[in-house]
């Protein structure tokens, strides 16, 4: 039989994970009723937090990390977001560290794992090196990958090339054959694999098709809408130019409308767009997109650490959530 989790007191109880954790941990900003159905709960479950978890979760900084590339970006703060109301509800507080420098960010992780100021800390789109990943070991720190995934650290993502398939397939079926696709750079500094695994799918779903790869109708670039207005003028500038453009995130596909527009083509009559991660612009803009659940992965990152702090797993966390295509108004058959 299964051992009794934290999670099913939250769940028996009707609370949330952080709230449980308040009340082992005698939190006085727990209302009387409320701590009366989570010690009902441990009582009729027979719980018993992880003793050495529970020595360690008292006298301690009550601070969570969170570490991220680009702080501004429209995906990281949506995520942020769902990080941030689930620790409304804990007794934690929230210490962000971003850097836009890779040699920077990688000593912020450093720093967190050594220095041992924060009790978890979750880390969005990069992966700690093997050193890294040991040391906040050691040092008993509970990491959690948000977009990112390695064996040993618990993780919460989604199936990027499952989306990058997803996105071009909705062209094919719509009859386009001349399919551009525009990125961040595939290589980079940050050694992030989001936008490798959307290419991949772009160049599998293309290949089950029976469609040939043109590397002229591939652009990568840097961030920001800006960059991608530039790369989108040259994919449409192109002799025989795509009547379709996969954008590896919404932010990519603001950027190829915009070029549309200043070359004289209509979206979707002359030019259908698909976006990736659904943000608010996205509906807003009516752009086709491959929603991801960024909110959500805040959340859930939120909910594997506090659980981890009041009792280690015995194994990694391994949440994958769920990705789908929204068709709006940016795509249609071609004319």
Not at 34 to 41: C, G, I, P, S, Y
Not at 161 to 180: F, N, P, Q, V
Not at 261 to 277: A, I, M, Q, R, T
Request: glycine residues 6%; proline residues 6%.
């Amino acid at each position: 039989m299964a051992s009794v989790t934290i999670r099913d007191v939250a769940k028996k109880a009707n609370v949330g994970i952080g709230t449980v954790s308040r009340v082992i941990n005698k939190s006085t900003a727990v209302s009387q009723e409320t701590r009366q159905k989570v010690l009902a709960a441990i009582q009729a479950l027979g719980y018993t937090p992880h003793p050495l978890a529970r020595r360690l979760s008292l006298g301690r900084t009550l601070t969570v990390g969170v570490v991220l590339p680009f702080l501004t970006l429209p995906s990281y703060v949506e995520r942020l977001r769902g990080v941030q109301q689930m620790l409304e509800d804990s007794e934690y507080d929230l210490s962000l560290h971003s850097r836009e420098n890779p040699a920077k960010l990688n000593q912020l992780i450093d720093e967190l794992s050594l220095n041992k100021s924060v009790d978890g800390a979750i880390v969005f789109s990069l992966i700690p090196s093997e050193l890294q990943i040991q040391q906040f070991a050691q040092a008993r720190i509970p990491l959690i990958l948000v977009d990112a995934c390695h064996p040993d650290v618990n993780r919460v993502y989604i199936d990027d090339e499952k989306g990058g398939y997803l996105a071009t397939s909705h062209l094919i079926e719509l009859g386009h054959r001349k399919i551009a696709f525009l990125s961040d750079y595939l290589e980079n500094p940050f050694k992030f694999t989001a936008m490798r695994k959307r290419y991949d799918g772009y160049r599998r779903a293309l290949e089950q098709a029976g469609l040939p790869f043109r590397p002229d109708y591939h652009q990568e670039g840097t961030l920001g809408a800006r960059d991608s207005f530039e790369k989108a003028k040259i994919l449409l500038s192109l002799p025989e130019r795509p009547s379709a453009v996969f954008a590896a995130s919404d932010t990519h596909a603001v950027g190829v409308i915009k070029a549309a527009h200043e070359l004289g083509l209509k979206v979707p009559e002359n030019l259908s767009v698909v976006g990736y991660d659904d943000i608010r612009d996205a509906e807003y803009l009516d752009i086709t997109t491959i929603h991801q659940p960024l909110f959500e992965s805040g959340k859930e990152s939120v909910n594997i650490l506090l659980a981890s702090l009041i009792e280690p797993p015995e194994a990694p966390s391994d949440v994958k959530l769920p990705i789908e295509l929204i068709i709006r108004g940016t795509t249609a058959r071609p004319t």
